[in-house]
């Protein structure tokens, strides 16, 4: 982010991601691919997220900081089990709530948590972002149906949520400026690599399993970002007791969760 912005940031990690899947494209064996509405649920869910997904955490940091944005979009763990309930007919086993109740606490704590009682005029804004979050893993699912491409659901999602995406930055940030430079581009760049190969992996995890199993899981992330500030960034976050039970929380959620058939 230095001498960029988030926004920027974003933008460039979604063009990388898009052009990832599109060169992934002549790997698809077309002659087993037919046109059908499923798709749409592909696309649908690259709007969900990352697109309308930004535009509410972008309002919600500016709203009421980035401690507590992140610790409410981690009930996307939830959401994500809860509206498969509906649209899927997943039935999650009762101790997946109890694991998914541990790795929210867990990440709460991982994070810092947040008094929201001075924000309470704009707490749904986060949960919008969760929702969206939730919603996007059901849609995934769902385009499964049409198609058993990885590579193709990851193309059409990517392009429609870079087709969203510019506007949706611009009226989040209320059109604050893109700034672009070649040392942060460089940064951005194997950003967005990295997030085509967890959009792969996301989409292969999603084909085979439950969105139930694997939302919690997802929900886990600060815990390998605080590993990766430690090791990438010279160990800017220090461990604390609030750190380490956080952690141990999340890990022993997601015990409980993958531990089930």
């Not at 002549?26 to 046109?35: G, Q, Y």
């Not at 507590?68 to 007919?89: E, Q, R």
């Not at 995890?205 to 010279?234: H, N």
């Amino acid at each position: 982010m230095e001498g960029s912005n988030p926004h920027t940031g974003s933008l460039i990690v979604l063009i990388i991601n898009c052009v990832a899947f599109t060169l992934a494209l002549p790997l698809v064996d077309f002659s087993r691919v037919t046109v059908s509405w499923y798709w749409l649920a592909f696309l649908g869910a690259g709007i969900s997220s990352p697109a309308l997904a930004l535009l509410f955490m972008y309002r919600s940091i500016a709203h009421i900081g980035v401690a507590p944005t992140n610790s409410i979009i981690n009930t996307h763990a939830f959401f994500g089990p809860f509206i498969a309930i509906f649209m899927i007919g997943e039935r999650p086993h009762p101790a997946i709530w109890a694991g998914i109740a541990l790795v929210i606490a867990g990440v709460y704590l991982l994070i810092g948590g947040g008094d929201l009682r001075k924000h309470a005029r704009y707490a749904w804004l986060p949960f919008m972002t969760a929702i969206c979050f939730g919603l996007a893993h059901n849609l995934r699912k769902m385009g499964f149906g049409g198609t058993d491409s990885l590579l193709l659901g990851g193309f059409l999602q990517g392009v429609s949520s870079l087709a969203v995406a510019p506007f949706v930055l611009k009226i989040a940030t209320r059109g604050q400026a893109y700034v672009f430079n070649r040392r942060s581009m460089q940064f951005f760049f194997f950003a967005g690599l990295g997030m085509a190969a967890a959009q792969f992996a996301l989409l292969y995890a999603l084909r085979w399993g439950q969105v139930s199993l694997i939302a919690p899981i997802m929900a886990t992330g600060p815990l390998f970002a605080l590993f990766l500030t430690y090791t990438m960034l010279g160990g800017r976050e220090k461990l604390t007791t609030r750190i380490v039970g956080g952690a141990c929380l999340m890990v022993l959620g997601v015990l409980i969760v993958t531990s089930l058939k």
